[in-house]
């Protein structure tokens, strides 16, 4: 007896999509709480991802990205705490969308609002990177805390043609565990 390619195909398709559920448990990165060296702000990382730490007098950041994977496949997020006072306003978002200009970024999304208890200015923009030859997008947010000395500025790159709806849950998801301390 002989089964046609199609009988086949109808057959094993069901049982392949099934055993590759994305939405499988072991799947999911496990999020790790993460300090800066100034204790300064902590926040959830995934675990397994390169995490650098960089410090001064004024500033203290992570730096963290997947680097088992291209460049263009992965999200690259840089958190900095610094010292100095910003007002989120609509200057603030005019000197953003400046500074964009200058490295070739185009402001796409511009919003002020709140996450958690920080007052919060987002901004996505994207543009070419010459340097790396490939779309660059960036998604950028600045939090200020009402009784909190400084700022975050928490900046998420992603380099290639289109942005994967897990690359920005992820990043949403990132920005929402940021705590910063007193």
Not at 153 to 164: C, E, H, K, N, Y
């Amino acid at each position: 007896m002989r089964i046609s390619p199609f009988k086949l195909l109808a057959l094993f398709v069901p049982i392949f999509l099934l055993s590759c559920n994305t939405n499988d448990k072991e799947s999911e990165l496990k999020m790790v709480n993460i300090a800066d060296l100034n204790g300064k702000f902590q926040v959830k990382l995934p675990e397994s991802w390169k995490k650098e730490f960089n410090t001064t007098g004024f500033s203290s950041g992570i730096i963290s990205s997947d680097t088992t994977t291209e460049l263009k496949n992965t999200v690259i997020i840089n958190i900095n705490w610094n010292q100095d006072t910003v007002y989120i306003n609509p200057n603030l978002e005019q000197t953003l969308d400046s500074l964009n200009a200058t490295i070739g970024l185009k402001t796409h999304i511009r919003k002020s609002g709140k996450i958690g208890n920080y007052r919060t200015s987002f901004n996505f923009s994207s543009g070419y990177d010459l340097s790396e030859k490939m779309k660059q997008n960036q998604y950028l947010y600045i939090l200020k805390g009402d009784s909190i000395t400084g700022h975050i500025l928490m900046t998420a790159t992603v380099f290639g043609d289109s942005i994967q709806a897990e690359q920005s849950e992820l990043i949403a998801e990132i920005v929402k565990t940021i705590k910063m301390n007193k």
